[in-house]
């Protein structure tokens, strides 16, 4: 059975049709889920997508993350289940307390949008797990507020603990330790800031998107 | 009623790249000798409280799980009676 992989939709998300788009080409079903509702339905795995939920008003994320289905995402994400924040969704993820550290402004104070070089950097994730460490992927960026900051006891644990899972290769927005993006202890929850679903069909650029999104469908087929 | 003043900084240690940029550009604007350019955000409303000591509680609570995020940032609370 195809993996089913919900989408969460807030007001001002802006990729959620593009993730479920890229979703479906990778042989995967996508349904569109709406962030008022208090449950999920049945699924393999969700994924919080781009864009400037609720404006992203007072920070990015700082409203969505209290948005009723959060909590159900946060069930999900307990249980094991494979939970992905991609830009704006990472910000949400953060904002939640389901990843470490905070995305603040670029350096620079540069909105930064054009194709970058990332490095695996771990495959204990299950958006990395088919990928090898030191591959070499294309995708693009699109962000102001990426720059991902964490205190030297947390910058200590994701090192040891194997859950950088993604590095900028040219670093293009002051992260610390050049992380586009970690994972939970648990390898089932990861944020990165680049989008690997504009990264899924070669008319688009570069289809180096699809090793992560394929380790995500298979992370989620296992555990159905 | 009290009045509410909430300054939102970013904690000490933390880059501040609008704070720098601001800096940055004040020499050529003539204004020199200015140094330690934080930029934050200021939030104010009114809350219901018996006192100023419970105003000032219910207000660092919404601090602490709403208008901050204390990976990165702290607040200065500013009650008074209004």
Same mark, same amino acid.
């Given at each position: 059975?195809?993996?089913?992989?919900?989408?969460?939709?807030?007001?001002?998300?802006?990729?959620?049709?593009?993730?479920?788009?890229?979703?479906?080409?990778?042989?995967?079903?996508?349904?569109?889920?709406?962030?008022?509702?208090?449950?999920?339905?049945?699924?393999?795995?969700?994924?919080?997508?781009?864009?400037?939920?609720?404006?992203?008003?007072?920070?990015?994320?700082?409203?969505?993350?209290?948005?009723?289905?959060?909590?159900?995402?946060?069930?999900?994400?307990?249980?094991?289940?494979?939970?992905?924040?991609?830009?704006?969704?990472?910000?949400?993820?953060?904002?939640?307390?389901?990843?470490?550290?905070?995305?603040?402004?670029?350096?620079?104070?540069?909105?930064?949008?054009?194709?970058?070089?990332?490095?695996?950097?771990?495959?204990?994730?299950?958006?990395?797990?088919?990928?090898?460490?030191?591959?070499?992927?294309?995708?693009?960026?699109?962000?102001?507020?990426?720059?991902?900051?964490?205190?030297?006891?947390?910058?200590?644990?994701?090192?040891?603990?194997?859950?950088?899972?993604?590095?900028?290769?040219?670093?293009?927005?002051?992260?610390?330790?050049?992380?586009?993006?970690?994972?939970?202890?648990?390898?089932?929850?990861?944020?990165?800031?680049?989008?690997?679903?504009?990264?899924?069909?070669?008319?688009?650029?570069?289809?180096?998107?699809?090793?992560?999104?394929?380790?995500?469908?298979?992370?989620?087929?296992?555990?159905? | 009623? &009290?009045?509410?003043?909430?300054? !939102? %900084?970013?904690?000490?240690? $933390?880059?501040?790249?609008?704070?720098?940029?601001? /800096?940055? +550009?004040?020499?050529?604007?003539? &204004?020199?000798?200015?140094?330690? !350019? %934080?930029?934050?955000?200021? $939030?104010?409303?009114?809350?219901?409280?018996?006192? /100023?000591? +419970?105003?000032?509680?219910?207000?660092?609570?919404?601090?602490?799980?709403?208008?901050?995020?204390?990976? $990165?940032?702290?607040?200065?609370?500013?009650?008074?009676?209004?």
């Amino acid at each position: 059975m195809a993996a089913r992989v919900g989408v969460v939709l807030f007001p001002g998300s802006n990729c959620e049709q593009d993730v479920a788009e890229a979703v479906r080409a990778l042989g995967g079903q996508a349904e569109v889920v709406w962030h008022g509702d208090q449950a999920l339905p049945a699924l393999d795995a969700v994924v919080v997508p781009g864009g400037f939920a609720h404006g992203d008003y007072l920070r990015p994320g700082a409203i969505a993350r209290f948005s009723p289905i959060m909590a159900a995402v946060d069930r999900f994400a307990a249980e094991g289940g494979p939970v992905v924040g991609i830009c704006n969704g990472f910000q949400v993820l953060t904002e939640a307390g389901l990843l470490p550290g905070a995305l603040q402004k670029n350096a620079g104070l540069k909105f930064v949008c054009r194709t970058v070089e990332l490095d695996v950097a771990s495959t204990r994730s299950v958006l990395t797990a088919e990928a090898e460490v030191g591959q070499r992927l294309r995708i693009p960026v699109n962000h102001f507020e990426g720059n991902y900051t964490c205190d030297d006891t947390t910058l200590q644990e994701l090192q040891e603990g194997d859950r950088i899972v993604l590095r900028y290769v040219d670093n293009p927005n002051g992260s610390v330790d050049d992380i586009a993006g970690i994972a939970n202890a648990g390898g089932n929850v990861v944020g990165l800031m680049p989008h690997p679903e504009r990264a899924a069909d070669a008319l688009l650029g570069s289809e180096d998107g699809r090793v992560l999104l394929g380790s995500l469908l298979a992370s989620a087929a296992a555990t159905v | 009623m &009290f009045a509410v003043l909430v300054e !939102v %900084r970013l904690r000490e240690g $933390i880059a501040d790249p609008e704070g720098t940029t601001v /800096e940055r +550009s004040l020499p050529a604007l003539g &204004f020199e000798g200015i140094d330690g !350019v %934080r930029v934050g955000k200021a $939030i104010r409303f009114t809350v219901e409280a018996d006192d /100023e000591e +419970s105003a000032r509680t219910r207000v660092q609570e919404l601090c602490d799980r709403f208008l901050t995020n204390p990976v $990165i940032e702290d607040s200065v609370i500013m009650v008074e009676a209004a």
